[in-house]
């Protein structure tokens, strides 16, 4: 299952010539004389291991009928993927049938074929580079054998025959969830389309880390994984509680799963294959979603090859981490296989009273009991205690000088977090062309807020006056979620014009409710009994102290904070993905929401009477266009338009205009070394509208007259450039701007978005020699200055962080073990990544530290 880029000889030992004394690497010394079945067998064996090594020229064993092999032409089109279902898709397409065991083709890949060939060339160029090869047993029906190289003879003298020396090269390939995939480029991809299609053939810009750059890197927290990808910057996400970006300019606060909306949650990594980034507007195949793009995991399937890893993370302030991973099959024949994955973290931080600890559960199945037929069923489960953390507050224009360790909150007790998931789905296919998909996932998170953070509330914090207030959350929320999605796609051709279609609906619902105390709507007693205020420069000091059993006793018996939000629409959509040409690939389709949201807030319990009622449609279309004049070169554009979220009521009741975005791209994608090496080159032009603004500076009644514009260009490769040498590259140039509003912050540039964003991270792992099993990397990610809030008040510097590892691995036995050891931040350099404000805050009052100088090591054992 590993993978060799090698270039070794054959064998391991070297021999005299007994003729000249020269040095030989013989393949095998064979007796002249041994004219016997022992001789015949070694040659039958020096013939299989070398199929294993090198690829082999495939050539019919015996002749097959002309009409079905030289004349009768088929139209295939089977994308790059596992060999095996390639083969299943060539059987469909040809009406053939094969013979092999699963032993053959494990873990091995195709090319794919795609165009008019006869059955005999499709062939060919699925097994191209596989080492097997075939013979027509009848007319309809293929096996395949492992193809013997022609050994040459070499010179001999004497009783022994020496075969010259022999050099192999071999290069696997793997199947995309092979726990053993090493490739920093993948060649497909499902967000952008919500079908398997070639990314060289989508009209947007998506990305993919895989799975080996997340090992590469210790990846722990989603925003390890996102800094790979241009124009994607790292948000604070409630304080600590759950991850939050910037794509392209503008903030969202959710993620994916699978391609099924997580809102405010936290990715646990532990069972994550692969992360997808889909840029710009992506309402058409997802509803109500934040125009800049979204960010979906792919989560870990069950696999019927046994593998079995666990893996000790430790690291710079008392960081602790457990991983296992276990998959299988349950029955002999592999229909029902399983996987089950674990994460336990225990771990401080940098910053003063602040650490967390988490234990993660992913146990999943899947059953195939027909060829066609496929059932998935996972559950996740996450308890985690965290505290929040407000970050530092800024004061003329930056942030405070002090330790970037400083924690002004106050330190007590950690937040609770438990979150429960069930996601089940099922497909199957009709004939060879047509597929159903139909899932379900459900969510239930709670959560228990017991906080003091600093508020935003700063008019007497200055140098002379240095005491900020804090104040104080009690609460108690839960959010549950359902998603219901059923999915058809076909293909077909109309004239000579091969069509991908997609036609689909989903079904999504989220309500939440919070029920606490809070001092900021307490009594003026109340407040001035629990706000405090901290010295910044001096945190010991503090006044008044604080009663935490009274603020405990008051969120039982009086609580003053209730909450209720509901949300749910109905989607329909369809997508059509025609190809012309084998050159010109067309996409079109559209997307109408029904959407109805009700929300209430109150310091009483809520009753009906509270309850507003916010109902909205929309159609949201999209169009792209790839021109693929080469395989390795594709030019593509788009045209999107989205509608994200829904802005309430006016001061009249009436609803207010959801906010909305278009969006235009071009941009050239290309592959080199047979798709190895991948890149990504874009520009765009987005715009979203009806963001919420007030009405006049002094005035706090809302409108829909907001409007924000983010342009740019984006440069993303990835992928192997040499044997062993593996890179990602981005570069991001971002210019985002309020272009219409009514505080008087026309022009200004939006928050927490660098003009100039890069990154580099290269490895090589090395092929031979003594040094083989060695692995060396470094990292560059550089942010130009971010403007902290949208006043343009508070300015977070520029700052380049250097990163490193390394990494070995050796096998003992039938076991492969790796130790690994990365340093980030090497100068440790002072750099804040994120500075948080409300919507018309005057500055930023929440600026987070990025990690100091930190370490950390792992050793994992796989069989």
């Not at 480029?185 to 079908?195: F, H």
Request: no cysteine; proline share 5%.
């Amino acid at each position: 299952m590993k993978k060799n880029n090698t270039s070794t000889p054959a064998t391991g030992t070297r021999e005299s010539n007994p003729q000249d004394g020269t040095s030989l690497d013989p393949l095998f010394m064979l007796d002249k004389t041994a004219q016997s079945a022992t001789h015949k067998a070694r040659i039958a064996m020096a013939s299989a291991l070398l199929a294993l090594s090198l690829p082999a020229t495939v050539q019919a064993q015996e002749s097959i009928t002309a009409t079905q092999a030289k004349a009768g032409l088929h139209r295939f089109d089977i994308g790059k993927q596992p060999l095996y279902s390639a083969l299943a898709a060539l059987a469909e397409q040809g009406g053939i049938q094969f013979v092999y065991t699963a032993e053959m083709v494990k873990r091995l890949t195709s090319p794919g074929v795609n165009g008019q060939f006869t059955i005999e060339e499709a062939l060919k160029r699925i097994l191209e580079g596989s080492g097997l090869g075939y013979r027509f047993s009848r007319s309809n029906t293929i096996t395949l054998e492992r193809e013997a190289v022609p050994i040459s003879s070499g010179s001999s003298s004497g009783d022994t025959i020496a075969l010259d020396k022999m050099t192999v090269s071999a290069t696997a390939e793997y199947d995309q969830d092979d726990p053993y995939n090493e490739d920093y480029a993948v060649p497909n991809a499902t967000t952008a389309t919500k079908t398997d299609t070639p990314i060289m053939e989508t009209p947007a810009s998506i990305q993919v880390v895989p799975q080996q750059v997340l090992k590469d890197q210790q990846a722990i927290g989603l925003e390890n994984v996102v800094k790979n990808v241009s124009g994607v910057q790292q948000l604070w996400g409630g304080g600590n509680f759950y991850d939050s970006f910037i794509l392209r300019g503008f903030p969202t606060l959710q993620h994916f799963r699978n391609g099924v909306r997580l809102p405010e949650h936290a990715i646990d990594l532990a069972n994550v294959e692969r992360v997808e980034v889909l840029k710009g507007p992506s309402a058409m195949l997802y509803g109500r979603i934040d125009p800049g793009g979204m960010i979906s995991v792919v989560t870990k399937r069950p696999l019927a090859t046994p593998y079995y890893s666990i893996q000790q993370q430790f690291g710079s302030y008392d960081l602790y981490r457990t991983t296992v991973d276990a998959t299988g099959p349950l029955t002999d024949n592999g229909e029902l296989a399983y996987r089950f994955n674990l994460s336990y973290l225990d771990a401080g931080s940098f910053r003063d009273a602040v650490n967390r600890d988490r234990i993660f559960l992913a146990p999943s199945l899947s059953w195939r009991p027909a060829e066609d037929t496929e059932f998935n069923l996972s559950f996740e489960y996450r308890s985690e205690n965290v505290p929040y953390d407000s970050g530092l507050p800024a004061l003329n224009g930056r942030v405070i000088d002090v330790p970037i360790s400083r924690n002004l909150n106050q330190p007590m007790r950690q937040d609770h977090i438990e979150s429960k998931l069930v996601d089940f789905n099922w497909s199957h296919r009709f004939g060879e062309h047509w597929k159903i998909q139909n899932g379900v996932v459900a969510q239930l998170v709670d959560y228990e807020f017991r906080e003091l953070p600093t508020a935003e509330f700063q008019t007497r914090f200055s140098l002379e006056d240095p005491f900020l207030r804090r104040g104080l959350y009690f609460e108690d929320f839960s959010r549950d979620m359902h998603t219901v999605y059923l999915n058809l796609t076909g293909e077909f051709e109309t004239w000579g014009i091969r069509h991908k279609v997609l036609l689909g609906g989903d079904y999504y619902d989220k309500e939440t409710s919070s029920k606490g105390f809070a001092a900021f709507a307490g009594t003026d007693e109340q407040r001035e009994r629990f706000f405090t205020f901290v010295n910044v420069f001096d945190r010991s000091t503090l006044k008044p102290p604080i009663d935490l059993a009274a603020a405990e006793n008051l969120r039982k018996t009086a609580p003053n904070d209730f909450g209720f939000l509901e949300e749910s629409w109905y989607g329909l959509y369809f997508q059509d993905q025609i190809t012309l040409w084998e050159k010109l690939h067309i996409l079109g389709g559209g997307r109408h929401d029904w959407t109805r949201v009700k929300n209430a807030f109150s310091s009483q319990p809520i009753q009906d009477s509270d309850i507003n009622i916010v109902n909205t449609e929309f159609f949201s279309p999209r169009v792209g266009i790839v021109y693929q004049p080469w395989s390795w070169l594709s030019i593509y554009g788009n045209f999107v338009e989205s509608f994200g979220v829904n802005n309430g009521r006016s001061e009249n009741n009436k609803p207010l205009d959801p906010e909305t975005a278009t969006n235009f791209e071009a941009g050239i994608k290309t592959e080199w070394f047979g798709g190895k090496l991948v890149s990504n080159f874009a520009y765009y032009h987005l715009t979203k509208e009806n963001i919420l603004t007030r009405k006049a500076v002094d005035v706090p009644i809302l409108s829909t007259i907001g409007k924000a514009r983010s342009q740019g260009i984006e440069l993303d490769i990835a992928g192997e450039v040499y044997d062993g040498l593996s890179l990602i590259a981005t570069y991001a140039y971002t210019d985002a701007r309020i272009t219409k509003n009514n505080d008087g912050n026309e022009g200004n540039r939006l928050p927490n978005v660098p003009e100039h964003a890069a990154s580099f991270w290269g490895k090589y792992t090395f092929q031979q020699s003594e040094l083989q099993g060695l692995s060396l990397g470094t990292g560059v990610y550089l942010a130009s200055a971010r403007q902290a809030d949208t006043g343009n008040t508070v300015t977070l510097p520029g700052y380049v962080r250097w990163d490193a590892y390394a990494a070995y691995t050796f096998n003992i036995g039938a076991t492969r073990l790796t130790t690994q050891f990365n340093v980030n931040n090497i100068l440790d350099k002072r750099h804040f990544f994120n500075g948080d404000t409300q919507l018309f805050g005057a500055t930023a009052y929440k600026n987070f530290p990025g990690e100091p100088l930190t370490f950390m090591g792992l050793v994992r054992l796989e069989y």
